[in-house]
């Protein structure tokens, strides 16, 4: 698993962390599919890196 800044997660992807908030609520669920509209939600609210399943993070 390896955390990845948002600009590099593509839809597609799957969370590989469960994302909480502040008072413990579960936000998403690891192994959730991630979207653009997912993604912008998750930046709009502050969370600029996630944990993303190593076999789905390209390399350069």
């Not at 962390?17 to 709009?44: A, M, Y």
């Amino acid at each position: 698993m390896r955390l990845v800044p948002i600009e590099c997660v593509k839809d597609g992807c799957f969370l590989g962390k469960t994302i909480f908030d502040n008072n413990g609520r579960i936000l998403l669920r690891d192994g959730v599919k991630l979207n653009s509209s997912l993604l912008r939600r998750v930046k709009q609210l502050g969370i600029y890196s996630i944990y993303i399943p190593t076999s789905t993070v390209k390399r350069k």
